[in-house]
């Protein structure tokens, strides 16, 4: 299904016309058992300030397999994604886009899925070879998988660790690095992602203690 989804991926754009509302995605899971909470968090793409969330809680029903990770957790997040008053206008996955083994990520296929422009960004590289970037903020260089610019190593914040950032779908890699970049002011991840993970993880927390 990744092989023949992938036709379908956009790396050039023209991305979205405007960006107002800028979604974060990520998905929390318990220690001790398959249940889950997928959290969809709606900043403005100009305070980052949240204007809305979805959180969905349940299981996941199909197993851990690196490459695969989309399938585990596609359906929840697509879940979350309906639960909002309005589609956003653009995705930030705490995941992988192109810079994949079969250049089909988390957030190539939420991208495809939904049509709505999607980045992926890692905390680490999952695949690739790459060259440090400099230590200033802005400064990044190429991931390269199999001789091909896959996703950039991006530094948000100057001196820390950079992040991994991969196309996932109707954008360029430029304008994918320029959009983690607006939304990381303060600190390495981008708000959408802190934002996302804090409502994930406050979510499975209470699901667990009740």
Do not use: N, W
């Not at 974060?24 to 001790?32: F, H, Q």
């Not at 969809?40 to 100009?46: M, T």
């Not at 690196?66 to 697509?78: D, K, M, N």
């Amino acid at each position: 299904m990744q092989d023949r989804l992938r036709r379908l991926v956009d790396t050039t754009g023209p991305g979205p016309a405007a960006v107002r509302r800028v979604a974060g995605l990520d998905v929390a899971y318990a220690e001790d058992s398959d249940r889950l909470a997928a959290a969809v968090v709606v900043l403005d793409a100009e305070t980052l300030t949240v204007l809305e969330s979805s959180v969905v809680e349940g299981h996941a029903h199909f197993p851990y397999v690196p490459g695969l990770f989309a399938f585990r957790e596609l359906p929840s997040l697509v879940e979350a994604l309906d639960g909002l008053s309005a589609p956003p206008d653009l995705l930030v996955c705490d995941g992988q886009g192109l810079a994949h083994p079969r250049r089909f990520g988390l957030a190539c296929h939420i991208g495809v899925h939904t049509g709505i422009p999607s980045i992926g960004v890692g905390k680490t590289a999952f695949v690739g070879t790459y060259d440090p970037p400099g230590a200033a903020r802005g400064e990044r260089s190429d991931l390269v998988l199999d001789g091909d610019v896959v996703g950039a190593v991006l530094r948000t914040q100057p001196g820390v660790k950079p992040v991994f950032v991969s196309v996932g779908h109707g954008l360029s890699l430029p304008e994918a690095c320029a959009h983690v970049l607006a939304l990381s002011p303060r600190f390495r991840l981008p708000e959408t992602t802190r934002a996302a993970d804090s409502a994930c993880r406050r979510a499975l927390a209470a699901a667990q203690a009740g």
